[in-house]
């Protein structure tokens, strides 16, 4: 018998219990084998967090109208995502990554562990400014990758993944620029998407993972759509 299964939900439960007074500066972690005539006294210590922790996650938050994958150019989990998340600012746009969305959200009941599986990282959000080369920088970042999770703005692009025309929310003539929320991992170059490095970062103190579970709560059903928000188009 193998201890990691409890260490994982500890682990959600000090998560869950901690206030952002506290920081984890570092960490280790060991699969330890449990000799039922031993460990049988810290198995006793365990079991009223691990039912606790499992009650916790269990909790159904809302309900899906259909199942949310990152399947496609533009997905519905990834529109999910950056939709919500554009919601919590006056942003222009919103930026994710398909690699940072763990697993996928299932027709039917939701569960806040569901949200901890979909997203297991602390990353936090984050709200920055792009100029218009950093800017155009971010769209042919999405188009190369075939589609990355945005909201806000519209792109057309070419099979090669060439930019053809994108929506512009500012007029960078007038030296504006565009504000765009993201998670800290990427606003730091996380991904490769170094032109997010070495701007200002106005942070929203609120996790990512927290967003999503607080958009939950407060929704009976949710639901996504394809809208055509990238485009893709054969070269005329």
């Not at 792009?130 to 806000?152: M, Q």
């Not at 504000?179 to 609120?206: C, E, H, P, R, W």
Request: glycine content about 8%; charged content about 25%.
């Amino acid at each position: 018998m193998k201890l990691k299964k409890y260490t994982t939900y500890l682990g959600l439960l000090l998560l869950l219990s901690c206030t952002a007074t506290y920081n984890l500066q570092s960490s280790d972690s060991e699969t330890i084998e449990i000799k039922a005539s031993a460990d049988s006294s810290a198995l006793a210590i365990i079991d009223p967090y691990l039912k606790g922790i499992e009650a916790e996650m269990n909790e159904v938050l809302t309900y899906s109208k259909t199942s949310l994958t990152k399947k496609g150019t533009e997905s519905l989990l990834g529109n999910f995502v950056a939709d919500l998340c554009l919601n919590y600012t006056d942003a222009h746009m919103c930026v994710m990554n398909n690699g940072g969305l763990r697993t996928t959200i299932d027709k039917g009941p939701i569960t806040r562990g569901k949200i901890y599986e979909l997203m297991p990282f602390e990353n936090e959000l984050v709200v920055l400014e792009l100029n218009k080369e950093d800017y155009l920088g971010l769209l042919d970042y999405i188009c190369k990758r075939g589609g990355e999770p945005f909201s806000g703005i519209n792109i057309t692009m070419n099979k090669e993944g060439n930019i053809l025309t994108n929506s512009w929310p500012v007029n960078f003539e007038n030296n504006e620029k565009i504000k765009v929320i993201t998670s800290d991992y990427l606003a730091n170059g996380g991904d490769k998407m170094s032109f997010f490095q070495n701007k200002v970062q106005n942070k929203l103190g609120l996790k990512l993972r927290d967003a999503i579970i607080d958009h939950c709560i407060k929704t009976d059903t949710i639901t996504a759509t394809i809208d055509g928000r990238i485009k893709i188009i054969d070269n005329e």
